[in-house]
């Protein structure tokens, strides 16, 4: 008879974790990848706040959310909104459409084909330019320079954005740059790995107590 109870406990287990990736799935709108680690420093606002919840940090794992309103900085500044410390949207775009690593940068602004872009050096734009193509103008909060003009990407087209970025697993991500990503190791600080280590603890914390009240719901079923 103890197949049985393994058939329990198999399928509580299951249906937890089924429950947890549907959710994920659900709300970032069947996205592929629902997740993306960050590996560098581009999203900092300065170096006091690496690490610091809301900000986004190397090690970070960030949820790309399908959406079709991303909101620019230069529209935010006008109503308040704010994401990640800065006005605006942070989106996850395919750079220059072409498969490779997603970018996880703050759109500033959109410009249609042929607008004339002004140079705006609080901005990053230190150079004038007429817009060859429809779609946005990025930047990462602690680059001087907007992609467009600092090599990684021309203007975004809607259909290379993945998302945008919502929520935040900080310092989770250290683990896949650990087996993945060494060469950016180097961005990271050592407090983070301190941080890293108790967030694992209190996750394992966690877990035990999950997997207690599964073994006491699948003690109850089996009664």
């Known amino acids: 008879m103890n197949w049985k109870h393994a058939l329990v406990d198999l399928g509580i287990t299951l249906l937890a974790v089924g429950i947890i990736f549907g959710g994920v799935y659900a709300y970032t709108g069947g996205v592929y990848p629902p997740i993306v680690v960050v590996v560098s420093n581009s999203m900092l606002h300065n ?27 230069m ?3 006008n109503t308040g909104y704010k994401t990640y410390g800065d006005y605006g949207d942070v989106i996850i775009y395919r750079p220059d459409g ?10 500033l602004m959109w410009v249609e084909e042929g607008q004339w872009v002004e140079r705006n050096e609080t901005l990053g734009i230190y150079r004038s330019f007429r817009a060859g193509a429809s779609g946005f103008v990025t930047k990462g909060d602690n680059n001087n320079v907007i992609d467009q003009q600092g090599g990684i990407s021309s203007l975004v087209r809607e259909d290379w954005v993945l ?8 310092w989770l991500g250290l683990i896949s740059m650990l087996v993945r990503d060494r060469t950016n190791l180097s961005n990271v600080q050592p407090i983070m790995w301190v941080f890293m280590i108790l967030e694992l603890a209190a996750i394992f914390i966690i877990l035990d107590l999950m997997d207690k009240a599964i073994d006491r719901l699948a003690k109850r079923l089996r009664a």
């Open 75 to 77: 529209n935010a500044t």
């Open 98 to 107: 072409e498969d490779v690593t997603p970018v996880i940068h703050r759109a």
């Open 47 to 73: 170096d006091t706040n690496v690490g610091e919840l809301g900000i986004i940090s190397p090690g970070d794992i960030v949820l790309v959310k399908r959406t079709d309103n991303i909101v620019t900085k």
């Open 163 to 170: 998302g945008v970025a919502r929520g935040e697993l900080p």
